[in-house]
Structures are given as structure tokens and as C-alpha cells.
């Protein structure tokens, strides 16, 4: 068997080729939900994806006697350096057929490029950061993938040790069931705090849409940006986010905790848009669309996405409060079933609140390193 040749993304027809080969690792697998094309070339997109103002992505195929065998991508992120004091790259869109020779190779290909950049380790998967798609799945395979969550096949796990990566992080998500989400505890303590604190819990205001989005933006900023690996979306990456979000959110569980008129937390959960587009098998956006408006009443399963408070409210159990009125009302909503991730593993405040809806972690994400100084 020949040695993989790999060679950088240059053109148009090289991104089609880059995008469409993620289909090819996942023939037969019933649990993978096919992406639309339109996102796939907005994530890749240096000119209209806002996160390469400030970052820099370099691509590669692999391709074996004339056939793609694997892609991967490199990426600079110039913000996470700063917010971080480090010099880490990252690597992403990795799909590879199960060939450790070309996996290595494009791995190889990847460091090789961030190390000429200055970085000095590599991490990963990110495609392309951590508010994006982030992770690798390492159990619950046997699920689909909820949405804008990463799904894989298992031998990745493989591919991406023995190319040298080892585990810093994982990431859990939680499965939860209406029928048992609302413990004694939860309901309790959600009480006692409501009454202490005066605390009130509102949908987003979708008429005031572009300020709610403002307040949301400074809540996540001041709340998330000291959390492992967190990077704070700059100004333009939150409204691009905001404007793909707003043709998708049930607004009735998209909540504001407030003390005194003033913002204090937000919890954004969605309806899983994957019971619908894992059917949309080829991933073009106008059979998605009229498939999403004739059937979105029958999604029941949601994506508890963010959940949190100001940092200086989080002893105060106003996080138990948004907890218990996100379970209540997305059951009203009709969501009989959801998922609440991703978490990290050390982040304690939000895997007691995942305990106290009997939340069961189902699935398990790992974000790997590599060194890249000899």
C-alpha cells in the first residue's frame, strides 16, 4: 500500500472535497446526524466566519492512490494566547477513514504548521474553538449527537493516542427525563432561595431581541470567561451566534434570572433540531427546512446548552432556582427528555446542579495535548 500524500486546502474545489468527505467515515452509522453544507462552509469560511478576525486555519487532505482518506485542520487562536498566557494551537475537522498511517501524517502536518506559527503544544479536537463544536467522544457511542454537539467513530479514540495525544480534560453531558428531573431537593431549594432573594426568572424578550442579546453577552462574559479554556466571544462572534440562534430558540426555556430588574444569570436551552436532520442525509438546506417547519411540534428532546450566574451570586443558590424553572418550563414546553452539557468534569457547581435534576452522565468528551516543544 502506497503512503498517504498530504497536501494543503488551496482551493474551492479542495474545501468541497475537504467538506464532503466527512460523510464518508460515517456510512452505515445510524447515529451520526448529518451537518448542513451551508454550516460546514461557514465554519471554514476566513472571510465571513467573524472568529478569523482574530485566529488563523490551515487546512489538509490526505489522500491514498488518488482517494481521500482523512482531512484535519490547524488552528491559531489569538484571543485564547491572550486570554490564556499560552502559545497553544489547536487542531479540528478531523475525520479520517481508520488508517493510522494517514491520521499520523495529517497530525504530523498539523503540528508541523502551528510550531512554524510559534505554538508550543497542540489541543484538541476544536472546530474551530471552544464555542464551537469541541471534543472528542470517547463513550455513548451508541447515541445520536444532540444538537451542536460533535459525534465520532469510536476507533478516533485510537488514532488520536497513538499519534501521540494525551487526555487534559473531559467533558460530560447529562441525560435527564422529566419524570425524574424534579427532585425534593431541587424543589426545595429552589423555594427557599426564590424567597430569600427575590430573585424572578423571564423568557427572552424576542421584541427587544438585539438588547437582550446585550445583556446576555455581559452575563456571559463576566460569568464564563474564568472557566478552563474559556475564550469570551468577541462582539461580532456574539451576534453571529445570536442571528443563526434566533430562527431556532423556543423562547419560552431561553431564561433571564434577574435581582432587582438587574440581570444576574441566563440559561439558554434549545430544542434538538437532530431528531429531525438525522433523516436529512445528505445535508442540503431546503429539504432541512421544510423537514424543520413541518415537524418541529414533535421534537421532544432539548439541550440544556448554558446555565449560570454572576460569579459573585453563585454561593447565593440562584443556580438551583434556574435549574428547577428550566426543567419546569421546558416540560410545559413539551420537551419530555434532554440533554445538559457540555460540563466540565471539575466544574462542581454544575455537576451538583446535573445531580439535583438526577441528571446520569451518558456521554463523555475528551479534549486532548500534545507537546510540541523537543
Known sequence: M????????????????????QWVPYRGNPYWVPPLLADRRKLIDRAKNPF?????????????????VGRIGAIVNDNHNREHDEKTGFFGFFECRDDQEAASALFQAASRWLKE??????????NPSVNDEYGLLVEGFEQRPVIMM?????????????????????????????????SDKLIRGAEIVRKRTGVTIRPINMDDFDNEVMRIRELYIRGWSRNWGEVPMTEEEFESLAKDLKMVIEPRIVL?????????????????????LIKNRRGYLFPALVRL??????????????????????????????????????????YTHGEAGWVLED?????????????????RYRIYQKSLVA
Open 52 to 68: 478569523y478576525r482574530h485566529s488563523e486555519l490551515g487546512l489538509w487532505l490526505a489522500e491514498r492512490d488518488g482517494a481521500i
Open 293 to 334: 417547519l413541518l415537524f418541529r411540534k414533535r421534537i421532544h428532546f432539548a439541550r440544556v446548552m448554558v446555565l449560570g450566574v454572576l460569579p459573585e451570586y453563585q454561593a447565593t443558590g440562584l443556580g438551583g432556582v434556574l435549574f428547577y424553572e428550566t426543567g419546569r418550563r421546558s416540560v410545559e414546553a413539551g
Open 150 to 182: 460533535p459525534y465520532n467513530p469510536p476507533y478516533y479514540v485510537r488514532l488520536i493516542e497513538e499519534a501521540g495525544f494525551a487526555r487534559i480534560k473531559d467533558l460530560y453531558a447529562y441525560e435527564l427525563d422529566s419524570r425524574t428531573v424534579f
Open 117 to 126: 506559527k510559534g505554538m508550543e503544544q497542540v489541543r484538541g479536537p476544536a
Open 256 to 276: 433571564i434570572a434577574e435581582l432587582k430588574g438587574r440581570p444576574v444569570g441566563f440559561a439558554l436551552t434549545l430544542p434538538d433540531y437532530n431528531e429531525i
Open 2 to 21: 502506497n503512503p498517504p500524500l498530504i497536501r494543503p486546502v488551496l482551493t474551492r474545489r479542495d474545501e468541497r472535497a475537504f467538506i464532503r468527505f
Open 347 to 363: 466544574n462542581h457547581l454544575m455537576t451538583r446542579g446535573a445531580a439535583m435534576m438526577n441528571g446520569k452522565i451518558w456521554k
